[in-house]
Structures are given as C-alpha cells and as structure tokens.
C-alpha cells in the first residue's frame, strides 16, 4: 500500500505504531487514538496548512476562545473493514455536509470538500491497521472544529483548527437503555442551536442526565422546550416508536439533529415495507401505548450505538416497561445497517464508501 | 508589598514582568494578559495543587472534553485601583456563588472558596501594577472551569482545570449601542442552561449577532424563545427599559444571568427614589412606548461595559431612535457605580471588597 501524498495535505510520518500497546478486546470508547490525527488552520481568512501528523497534545493559550465560549462543532463517523481487510466509510457526505451546517450557525468558517475527504483517505490508510474486522467493531473518526484565536471577549473567533483524531471502538453501549422522559429541563429550544453538533449541546445534557442516572436510568428523551409535551430525541440518539407496526420518529426541526442513522432506518424501513411516520408524537400518545399494549418498541438510532433498544421509559414518576419483542424492528434495523457497513450485504443505496 | 504564600497555593515566580511591553492606551479588550494565572486541577474527585505561576500556554490532548462538548464555565469579574494606589474588588462573592451554580448545572464540580478567593488577593498583589487607576480603567479577571478528562465520550469529565487569567482593560464599549430585538433565534429556553456562564451560551449567539452587525446593529436584545414576546437580556448585558421615569428589568429565570450590575442597579435605583419594576416586559409595550414617546432609555448593565445606552432598536424591519436624554439614568448610574468601584464615593452597601 502507498501513500498518496496529494497536493495538499502534508504527511508526517511516524516513528514508531502505538498499535501493538492496544488490547482491542478491551476497548474504553474513546479512549485510545490511533497513530496519526489531521490538523488545518484558519487564519487571515482562510483554511491552511492542512497537515496529517502523529497524534498528539497541542499547545493553547488559557485565553484560547473555545475554553470561554464554546465555540466548537464535531462530527462523530465510523469507518468499518470487511472480511477482505477492505475499509469503508458509511454515508461520509452527510457528515461532511452536516458538520459545515453546525459551523455557520456556530459562525465557524465552512471546512472546504476536498480537504475533508483527502484528510479521511489519508488518515485511514496510514491507520488502516487500527480498523478490526468482526461484528461490531469500527474505528470511531472525529471530525471537529474549535474556536483558536486567543482573547476573552465574547465575539466570533478570528482563528479556528480543525482536527480529525481516530480511536478504535467496540459496541458503545452494553445492554439495554432504561430512558427517562424530560418534564422539566430541555435540551435546545426553537432558535436554538439543537440542530447543530455543537459542543455546548453536549455538556448542557450532563446534568439532566446525572439525575436520571441516580434514579437508575442510562438517558433522557428530550421533549421540546415549549411545553414538554412533544418527543424529540436523546443525547447522542434520535429516537423511534413503534406503536402497533407502525415506525413513528420526530420530524426534523431547529430542535434536532439530522442523524444519519435516523434516515437510513427511515430508507430501509420503506424497503422493508414496514410503514414509517415522521410526525411530532405526544409524551400521552407514548404513555397511552404503554398502557393499552400497542407501544412495541423503542429504539435509539445513532452512530455510536447504531441502534439501542429502550427496555423501560419514566415519566411522571411511573416507569413503563416495554416487554421484549419478538419480531423486533430494532433487530432487524440493526442487523441490516451492520451488514451493510460491515460489507456483508447488498448495498442498494450506495451508502458504503470504499476508502481504504 | 510582601506575598503571603499561604498554606494552600504554591507561587512559581516569573523571571522578569512583561509589563513594560503594554501600552495602557491602546488596550485591545481582552488580548494582553498579566504575568501570572492562577491553575488548579480537579482529579480523584478532588480540587488539588492550587498554584499561581507564569502566564503561559497549556498542552492538551486534541481529546480533551471541553473541545467536543463545552462542559465549561466562567465569569467576569474587574479589579479598580483607587488614587492611593488600593486596589478593589466589586462584590467579588457574587461571581463567587454564581460560578459555582454555573458549575452546578454544567456538572462540573463547585470550587472551593478558600481557593477562590486566597487566589484572587495573591494574583492581585502579584500583578498589582497591571491595575492602571483612572476612569474607566480595570483589570479584568476571568475565572473559568473546563472539563479536562481525555476521552470522546459525551459523559461528564472526571477531571477539570480551574483557572484565572487577568487581562488589564480600558472600556469596553465605545459609543452608543444600537440593538435588535430577536424575532427567529433565541438564546436560551426554560429548563435549560441560560442563567449559568456556560460557554457554549456565547458562542451560539455570535451568528445571530453577526447578521444583526451585517445591518448596522452591535448586539441582539433576546426574547422568550416560546414566543418571541418578552423581553429578556443581551449577550453579556441585562437591559433595562425606562418608560416615562420608570426603570423596568426583566425578572431573573433559568433562562436569564443574574448579573451583579443588573441587581446593583436596582440597589441604586432604590437609593435614589428611582421606581423600578422588575416584571416581565413585553416587545409590544417597548414599541408602544417607543411610538408615544413614553420610551426614554434602554440601557444593558454588565461588568465589562459597566452601562451600556442603547441608541436605537430594530424589530420587525422597523428602526426606533431613542432621543438623547438629558436627566439619563444611565450615565447617572454609570457615574454612581464607577464611583463605588474606584472608591472615589462612599460605599453604603459594602460592594467594594480591598485586595491588594
Ligand atoms: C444529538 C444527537 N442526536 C442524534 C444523533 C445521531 O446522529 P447520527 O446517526 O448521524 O450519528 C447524534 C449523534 O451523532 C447526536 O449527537
Ligand atoms: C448573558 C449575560 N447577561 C448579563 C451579564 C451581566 O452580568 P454581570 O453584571 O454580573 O457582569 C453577563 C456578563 O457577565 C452575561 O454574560
């Protein structure tokens, strides 16, 4: 295998892999990065230097204006390799033009295409060996963008880095989610920036979460805002329904992300005839269902998890449990998706992308 | 002057001040930073190794949480040296208590305040002569906490950096204030983190601000995100409306900073037989009174800008000046409380705390 060394990104080489110091059967998500990480500037106006080097720390001020105003967006993807040690990418298009969308509303400049695609190419070869084959393995790339320029007064950054850092990853979560439906806090409000990957979303959930986690819950679903009356999605999940046979999501709003995992549940949904509805749904429609016995299933659908099946949801001090399914749409969901990421099936939508 | 290296902070001393490099006059908010910072690390669920040493640069990993979720807090805070060469502090107990809700929410674990403030007097004995006395002249202080932990997980850090970095100021405004009324975007929703300093708050403002500074305007006056009904708070500002020769401020709420200039005004206001209602005002009621001649000022109260008049405000693609006032409110606060801080009027409410 060469290394293309296009005209653009410069490449610095390694001395020595940290691969041999990984124990991939005991991966902490997150934890352990791989070789080499990428690394662009903006400055004077425009993205610079875009640079693949070994991994490691960087050197920022205290005043550096992301510390003080969260001014900083990512992208979360995997990249997956087959039983032919060929890697792939999974809809990496979406990602490119999503992580673009969060910065203009975070007023980060837009990273450029071409960048952003030789940056992956490059950084998964020299890394390939990170990427394990098998069920359920992958390699976790973070795309993200922070605010650079050193000072601490509260205005739009006038230098940015964007970075992509790599770490290998088994399944995110272990065992079943028990959710808690949001009565009181909210996760982003009409206006806001809940559509957006941005950084402050994030840490903004950590609390609200640390309480669902005392009462013995994994995640909260959010609700909008306004009235606490509509279900919108989880931390890092956008969450589906299903009430009889029927597959029910939010629809996209400023509120929420536009999750690739979402849309390709949505896609093959339709191509397994099961009938899919992207409407707002009410925390009593949920709770009726639950009653009355027609609330199946309730499944998370991101990229980190793929698909996490909900055993048992609280809201107003009453926990449903929903009973395990047979024919779970979430099974199959996932089964599907892995399949076609893990290049073990057919892929009618064209969302493999071959890239080492 | 003497140091009191107390029983808990470590001083590293610098070798030789940058003092003589800065030109007081031509200071740029916010960009010239002093000869030391104060850093203390939270780690095995303790605040440890509280030092004061050389302003410098940090080294961290690309991984560290506060890139990818914003799990950060700070406050704003000035130092006014008197014409004795004393230095002050205003009503530092109050950004002590607020930095530590701001924390709460965030999940980041509260300071203590003997580290605080032992903190606060060493720093500024040690870079007393960075406090120029004079009208308008300060050193602000930025205290701040940031998530530090290694790792992609969107769950709290386990590890945290508290700072403090002092930057000396001139005002920081200049001129009148012209603002828009947010119509679409919004700030802040209820149950969400709008009353803390969470950083990602600031940087999700700055691209509706941008596009109000796109049409002559320098900051955006948020409304209730439910509605867009009533009138809320600026960037880093509370806003107070005078209609006829009454002072009306919105109520604080979970969306709304409970600022130190705003309830000092108010203190003020009492003082001088001011009649002030602290309710919620309504975008309809501003523009009736902007359109009877009822509406006298608008003013935002921060520590940066101190007061800030508001010439002019947009909503609904209509422009309303507010007339020049004589008998104004705002300057007479400004004045009033520049006075308290630089000790050249009494103090009946105990605001000024002697540093150094
Ligand atoms: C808030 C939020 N919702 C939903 C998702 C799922 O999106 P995707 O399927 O693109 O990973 C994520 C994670 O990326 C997220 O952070
Ligand atoms: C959002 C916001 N509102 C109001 C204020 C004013 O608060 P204070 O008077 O305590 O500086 C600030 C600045 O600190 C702020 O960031």
Chains 1, 2 share one sequence.
Request: aromatic content about 12%; overall charge negative.
């Amino acid at each position: 295998m060469s290394i293309a060394t296009n005209e653009h990104i410069t490449v610095e080489k390694i001395k020595k892999s940290k691969l041999d110091q990984v124990d991939f059967d005991n991966l902490t998500f997150g934890k352990n990065f791989t070789d080499y990480m990428f690394e662009c500037d903006y400055k004077d106006g425009k993205w610079q230097n875009p640079t693949i080097k070994p991994y490691g720390n960087l050197e920022l001020s205290p005043a550096t204006k992301v510390f003080h105003y969260g001014q900083a967006v990512f992208e979360g993807m995997k990249a997956y390799k087959d039983d032919q040690g060929e890697v792939f990418l999974f809809r990496p298009e979406d990602n490119f033009k999503r992580i673009n969308i969060s910065s203009k509303r975070m007023a980060i400049p837009e990273f450029p295409r071409e960048f952003f695609f030789e940056a992956l190419h490059t950084l998964v070869q020299l890394d390939k060996d990170w990427v394990q084959p098998g069920e359920g393995n992958s390699l976790y790339i973070r795309p993200f963008a922070m605010a650079t320029e050193v000072g601490v007064s509260a205005a739009p950054s006038d230098e940015y880095k964007f970075m992509i850092i790599m770490a290998p990853a088994q399944a995110y979560y272990t065992g079943d989610v028990r959710v808690v439906i949001a009565e009181q806090f909210s996760r982003s409000a009409d206006g806001g920036v809940g559509f957006a990957k941005a950084a402050g979303n994030y840490g903004a959930q950590f609390y609200p979460t640390n309480l669902a986690r005392e009462k013995g819950f994994q995640q909260v679903i959010w609700t909008d805002a306004k009235e606490h009356k509509y279900l919108e999605e989880a931390g890092t999940m956008n969450v589906f329904f299903r009430i009889g046979d029927t597959l029910i999501t939010a629809p996209t709003s400023d509120r929420i992300l536009d999750g690739v995992t979402r849309k390709s549940v949505l896609k093959l949904a339709e191509h397994n005839g099961i009938k899919a509805e992207v409407r707002r749904i009410q925390v009593s429609e949920l709770v009726e269902a639950a009653k009355n016995g027609t609330l199946k299933e309730i499944f998370g659908a991101g990229t980190a998890a793929v698909i996490s099946p909900v055993s048992a949801f609280s809201y107003q001090e009453t926990v449903y449990d929903i009973p395990k399914q047979e024919d779970s749409y979430a099974k199959r969901f996932k089964k599907e998706l892995m399949d076609i990421q893990q290049n073990r099936a057919d892929d009618p939508f064209g969302w493999r992308y071959p890239v080492a």
